[in-house]
């Protein structure tokens, strides 16, 4: 009595492409919880005056996406050590600027510029 070789080989193709989903996934995925940001927060005053909303400066809290080690998981993420420059323009001009070390994950720190 002949037997089909149809079985055997349906069941040695399913290992193979479980082996290779198995191995392929391992390499190729990375899981991690993202890190915690950095904030950066600060007072910006203009000829001696607070900042008011018909003044034309362009404000934005940052929250800058921290990674610890590379290859970084997000692309926009920084690593501690990294120097950020903080700029402020006033109508397209540079009023100031400051540089910032990113210290760590989770890190809130605040730059004031003071009258610029």
């Known amino acids: ?22 191995i392929g996934s391992s390499l190729a995925m990375r899981a ?3 890190e915690p940001d950095t904030v950066i927060w600060g007072i ?14 362009v404000v934005q809290a940052r929250r800058i996406p921290i ?4 290859p970084l998981l997000r692309p926009n993420a920084s690593v501690p050590g990294n120097t950020l420059y903080l700029t402020v ?7 100031a600027q400051v540089a910032y070390d990113v210290e760590g994950r989770g890190v809130v720190r605040r730059v004031d510029f003071g009258d610029v």
Do not use: E, F, H
């Open 67 to 70: 990674d610890s080690g590379l």
């Open 89 to 95: 323009l006033v109508q397209g001009q540079v009023r």
């Open 1 to 22: 009595m002949k037997t089909s070789r149809l079985p055997r080989l349906a069941t040695a193709l399913a290992r193979l492409l479980a082996g290779w989903i198995v």
């Open 32 to 34: 991690a919880v993202p």
């Open 44 to 57: 910006i005053n203009l000829g001696g005056r607070n900042l008011a909303p018909s003044d034309d400066v």
